[in-house]
């Protein structure tokens, strides 16, 4: 009896299946991010050529609104760079390497740089485009002149917002070429593809809200590089203050740049008008860090921040416990490096610095003594040595004080390299166990409930009915497909100017983009949605999920 081998039979086994399913959705991704990328060129192109040089045509100047004379670098911000680089290199770089995954990941992360660079300013000149074209509004002759003669369907707004929707789209098509490579074939260049997109649009986030900081003294650009930001609860600790005063905390957005720590307070309801007043700054070289609160109503999601001798303490409530671990893997990084920027030579000059008096914001720091300054410097890090010299190669930070454990006997660990982030300090001599217990547990229960409304992710609408002004197709399975005229109703306002809609008196509901939506106000009346900057790019969320 002849044994049957692979291929005698019509049949073919399910992974052959599987892997040629695979191939078939790889070359559908690829497609499709090649065809949209071209597509995006193509609009980029009509907008410039169609609005941005017609206000430069005598014709058109009777048309063009006094607000919006010599002002299209505001309007249009940098467009015109972003389109020369999607249209003269990545289009090209796509082009040349469609069919291998791996090559397509690489284009991203060799390109990072300059994504962040041109959609940071982008981003960052949003706002004051949406004011400028609020100002002359859609419906002013010049604009709708330009799209009746580019044969638009959709106002000048929709079209401003394709850097922001394009830009939170590429890791979306990335994600899904990474769900249908064959094996490990390019799989680690587009992870880290996915990964690079990723935090581009973290920076791009970041940026939205830095853009809106006012009253800070300095310059923001000496601050260093931005690493996060976000809304926190914080109760400040002062030696000058009285404990009783800090039943309730301050609502705060934090910002921590590589050199210090902003903390203001944001005023205005609506997102695209919010702004961040400084209220106080806490340079990162003189910070101490506490991971965790301890008491008896210590909660997973507290940190604290503080100053030398703990004369100052910022405790910092997180919106959950992942929040806070990031934060604090973030600041003892930044600790870590000012530490081993600080050894050696670099101590002495930090320690006589300190001796002179230094201020922060017109607020002098007071002159330590020999004993302080040693004790300032050991709250902030210590090395485990061995002889002369550290041992081990490996590196590792902990947050627990070994001055602190019962025997006074601080921990040796041979053969690893440590650095210790203290917390509290029982060498400090001002803080003893008694009074950081207390310290620690005097907060009310009822300013755990005050907090919860202030961190809600996203914001849910009672539904309305909204106009499909043109056909939209979906690009993935998380969207729905629109057609002109059609109704929808609106369940959930996104990000990056994505709405989740429910199509009328179908069952299809998905994201969708808001600028092909116009809201119906009643019977024979219309009005267009607001799509705002600050809905449209601040957090760039949804689209990341």
Known sequence: MRTQKLGDSGDSPDWVGDAEAARAKRGHVLRELLDTERIYVSELCSILKGYKDEMLNPEMQPLIPINLYGKSDILFGNMEDIFRFHNDVFLRDLENCINTPELIGLCFVQRKDTFHRLYSLYCQNKPQSEEL????????????????????????????????????????????LLKCVEGSQGRRELQEAVDTMLTVLKCLNDSMHQVAITGF??????????????????????????????????????????????????????????????????????????????????????????????????????????????????????????????????????SARIQKGASLNGIRIPPLS???????????????????????????????????????????????????????????????????????????????????????????????????????????????????????????????????VRVSGTPYEGWAPAAYLERVLKKGSRSSPSVSSQESSSGLKHATS
């Open 133 to 176: 074209r609020r100002q002359v509004g859609d419906q002013n002759p010049f604009f709708k002149e330009c799209q009746r003669r580019l044969h638009h369907k959709l106002p000048l707004g929709a079209y401003l917002l394709k850097p922001v929707q394009r830009i939170t789209k590429y890791q979306l098509l990335l994600k899904d």
């Open 370 to 500: 020999p004993t302080t300054q040693h004790r300032a410097l050991r709250q902030t890090a210590s090395w485990d040595i061995a002889g002369n010299g550290v041992t081990g190669s490996g590196g590792s930070i902990s947050s627990s004080s070994s001055e602190g454990r019962p025997g006074g006997e601080p921990s040796r660990e041979i053969g690893k390299r440590s650095l210790r982030i203290k917390s509290v300090d029982a060498t400090l001599g001002d803080a003893p166990e008694e009074e950081e217990e207390s310290w620690s547990s005097d907060y009310s229960a009822s300013d755990e409930e005050e907090d919860q409304e202030t961190f809600s992710e996203s914001t849910e609408y009672t539904s309305s009915r909204f106009l499909v002004l043109a056909d939209y197709n979906a690009m993935g399975g998380s969207e729905v497909s629109l057609r002109e005229g059609d109704y929808v109703d609106l369940i959930k306002v996104g990000c990056a100017g994505w709405w989740y």
């Open 217 to 350: 003294p300095g310059n923001l650009a000496d601050l260093g590089k931005l690493l996060m930001q976000g809304p926190f609860s914080v109760w400040n600790d002062s030696k000058k203050g009285l404990r009783e005063l800090r039943l309730k905390p301050a609502q705060r957005h934090i910002f921590l740049y590589e050199k210090m720590l902003l903390f203001t307070k944001r005023t205005g309801k609506d997102t695209d008008r919010a702004t961040y007043h400084f209220k106080n700054a806490l340079k990162m070289s003189q910070v101490g860090l506490t991971e965790s609160v301890r008491g008896h109503k210590g909660d997973v999601r507290k940190f604290e921040v503080w100053l030398q001798g703990r004369q100052e303490v910022h405790t910092i409530l997180a919106p959950s416990s992942e929040v806070k671990d990031l934060w604090v893997k973030e600041i003892k990084r930044v600790l870590l490096d000012q530490f081993e920027y600080l050894k050696g030579e670099n101590i002495k000059q930090y």
